[in-house]
């Protein structure tokens, strides 16, 4: 074949099944690949390694071209064309089929040798190579487009890596594992660019990112009056370097972390609630920079959104899509979103070249348990290996993680913002359930919050003090919208009165009260309680102002580990818990020698070896993204609709039906379906008999009692202690 007959055939047939052209398809990809080098061209460059000769680095551009000029090259293969209903083309009978990406590396036509072999292997594996047909591949290029040999035979006998280490590395006698690293970065990036290309909602592979977001963060101080913090000057003084930054609850952590993502970043928080908040935050300080990006992102952009309102839904979900495609410049998501490439499944190096050159600010690291808190640390692992950035912020550090930081070559600084104790603490070596006369007492004159650590207990609490106000995971999501904005509006005013909560007020509620009553928890979960009360400082405690109940607590072993609970029982203590003590008891409970032969630290140990094994292969045992991203997700849980909502919900799957077709009016019944919804534990789901609402939706009708004051009661035999704060 004629490369002239070869460049029409690209003009003439089809990528898409929309009928767009190879040629208009390819041309996209490297109008991206102009917009990837322009806006984070020196970031990315950066990364290549130096270990490699110079010609090789300086070609890493060119070589990522070629990959985007070839890859979709076997899609002139009548079989494809008939497949995407391209009816101008006659299919050759008896032709077998043949994966496009398996024809491509053929036509690649390009004389520096080692650069042709690594753009032909970048090529045939831009989609997933499983059992290769070598004959059915050898007949189609013989008998379609004439070629008498197969100039690729070898290559597709070989797995990917195999090929790259025995027939690139050693061939050129370059070193493995930098070779390795620059052959990753090509395919990352050019999956990237392909799948932007390919998106029918939003083609841009990034969008024009702010010079700094620090300009952004500067403008905030001043329309607030505000001067930067000495940890906040920190964090901008040293924004090249990794960095694990310890501060108080309400330090201003968020706003340093702002500081730290400078033109690209992902701000990760453990919980969709969390980062919904930090959205928000971000969305005022950036505008549209800021893009939103979880499992349940859409929906919660659509929500009283006045552009919806207004009749800009489109604007809405090309923002959406463009978070989607990681194409916003700042990113508020969840940790499943991005840092499963530490699973490294087939095409993962899409997410692990993003995350390299974009920062990573990781949020709230104590909030994860301990098998997915090694996840992250693993990935974090690899970020600093390879030259990525990212700044760790928390209230409350596990201490055993200091040393692997050290080895990573973090930074780590503690910075005590409170000039004086927040919290005077009274230990009460009692039952919560028996201190109901003090808690309604104080109630008469003064905001009282009390938090415990199941749902159980707070729904036993409530049944005991009547004027108490109750939140916890299994209201409805329209109640429960309602209850949290109540419970806001009455912490951030003066009053009096009393809400009974659970660990929920940890991750999601800035609230200010002026007594706590808790049941004991773990330190870190402790403190982060603590930070719900006297939050500024500014009120008295020469009284106890927190009060901590120490027997039968509730959720010990199904919520909380049994030995950490223990652990923090033996080293609290009474009075004046300033942040110097708060820091000293994460300590001595989360220290190595503390957590010596526990389960909690066997977990963490037995995940983060599991991770460094598929480090040490080519593959992991995961095959996809979407079995890593369950790995992140809070897979034991069940969405679930109260059967007493069945009639106003039937209404609503009638018209999510028929508005088929339009994402807006969809999107917009969906929401309103979700309203009627709650998360349960899976275990507790199965004893229910849940029936599915609807066969493409996967929330369940539920037996059960439900009043708007109390949520959801579980029968006792069903009832579980564990709490579903997401």
């Known amino acids: 074949m004629t490369k002239e007959k070869l460049q029409n055939l690209l003009k003439e047939l089809w990528a898409k099944d929309d009928g767009t052209t190879i040629r208009e398809h390819t041309d996209k990809l490297l109008e991206n690949l102009e917009k990837l080098k322009k806006h984070y061209g020196k970031e990315i460059e950066k990364l290549i390694p130096t270990d490699l000769p110079k010609e090789l680095r300086e070609k890493f551009w060119e070589t990522l071209r070629l990959a985007c000029e070839y890859h979709d090259y076997g899609k002139i293969h009548c079989k494809f064309q008939e497949s995407v209903g391209n009816k101008n083309i006659k299919s050759i009978k008896g032709l077998p089929e043949v994966k496009h990406n398996l024809l491509s590396p053929a036509f690649v036509d390009v004389e520096d040798e080692l650069i042709k072999k690594i753009v032909r292997l970048l090529v045939l594996h831009h989609h997933s190579v499983e059992e290769v047909p070598v004959e059915s591949v050898e007949r189609v290029l013989k008998e379609e487009f004439g070629f008498q040999k197969n100039p690729i035979t070898f290559m597709l006998k070989k797995g990917e890596y195999e090929y790259l280490k025995e027939d690139v590395a050693k061939v050129f006698c370059l070193p493995e ?173 899409k997410y692990y070249a993003t995350a390299l050159y974009s920062r990573f600010v990781i949020d709230e690291l104590q909030s994860y348990d301990p098998i997915t808190l090694a996840f992250i640390v693993k990935g974090l692992e690899v970020l600093a290996q390879n030259s990525g950035k990212f700044l760790v912020m928390t209230a409350t550090f596990p201490e055993f993680l200091r040393e692997t930081f050290k080895t990573m070559g973090v930074e780590c600084r503690t910075f005590n913002t409170q000039e004086k104790p927040h919290h005077h603490v009274k230990v009460i070596d009692d039952s919560i359930d028996n201190c109901i006369e003090k808690i309604a007492e104080l109630s008469q004159r003064a905001k009282v919050l009390v938090v415990v650590n199941t749902v159980k207990k707070a729904i036993e609490l409530k049944e005991k ?50 007594y706590l009553f808790t049941e004991l928890s773990t330190a870190d979960s402790l403190i982060q309680r603590m930070g719900r009360c006297n939050r500024k400082g500014e009120k008295q405690t020469d009284k106890p102002n927190v009060f901590v109940f120490t027997k039968d607590c509730s959720g010990i072993g199904p919520v909380y580990y049994k030995h950490i609970h223990e652990s923090t029982l ?62 992140f997700r809070d897979i034991y849980s069940v969405q679930v609709i109260p059967k007493s909502f069945e009639k106003d919900v039937e209404k609503l799957i009638q018209d999510w039906e028929k508005a088929k077709g339009n994402l807006l009016e969809r999107t917009k019944f969906f929401n309103q379906i979700l309203e009627y919804s709650f998360s349960l534990p899976k275990w507790s789901f199965r004893k229910l008999n849940g029936q599915k609402i609807h066969k493409n939706l996967d929330i369940y009708y539920v037996d059960g009692e439900y009043n708007k004051d109390i949520g959801f009661v579980l029968q006792p035999t069903v009832d579980t202690e564990l709490e579903n704060i997401i």
């Not at 977001?213 to 001043?222: C, G, R, S, Y």
């Not at 928080?269 to 950036?286: C, D, H, K, Q």
């Not at 004046?576 to 909690?600: C, G, I, P």
């Open 177 to 349: 594992e930098k070779l390795i690293q620059y052959y990753r970065l090509l395919k990352g990036l050019l999956l990237r660019i392909d799948h932007a290309s390919s998106s029918k909602q939003a083609q841009e592979v990034e969008e024009i990112p702010p010079d700094d977001t620090l300009n952004f963060v500067d403008e905030f101080f001043k329309r607030e009056k505000k001067c930067p913090n000495k940890m906040q000057v920190f964090v901008k003084e040293n924004r090249d370097k990794n960095l694990v930054i310890i501060a108080p609850t309400g330090s201003g952590k968020t706003e340093a972390g702002f500081i730290y993502l400078q033109k690209k970043g992902f701000f990760m928080l453990p919980y969709r609630v969390s980062a919904n908040s930090i959205y928000m935050r971000a969305e005022a300080i950036f505008g549209n920079y800021a893009g939103l990006l979880h499992s349940s992102a859409l929906n919660f952009i659509v929500q009283d959104r006045e552009d919806i309102q207004n009749n800009k839904g489109d604007t809405i979900f090309l923002n959406y899509f463009l978070s989607r495609n990681f194409a916003k410049p700042i990113i508020i998501s969840t940790p499943d979103q991005l840092m499963h490439f530490v699973f490294r499944y087939k095409g993962f190096e």
């Open 570 to 631: 033996k080293n609290i203590k009474e009075g004046h818990w300033d942040w110097t003590f708060k820091w000293e008891l994460m300590e001595k409970v989360y220290s190595k020698s503390a957590l010596e032969n526990t389960k909690y630290l066997e977990n963490f140990n037995k995940a983060k070896m599991y991770i460094e094994n598929l480090w040490e292969g080519a593959y992991g045992l995961i095959r996809n993204k979407s079995e890593a991203q369950e790995l």
């Open 465 to 514: 003090l009547e004027n108490a106000k109750l939140l916890h995971s299994r209201f409805i999501l329209k109640d429960r919208n309602e209850k949290e904005k109540e419970i806001k509006e009455f912490f951030d005013k003066e009053g009096k009165g009393l809400w009974i909560t659970t660990q929920l007020a940890e991750v999601s509620l800035d609230l200010d009260a002026d």
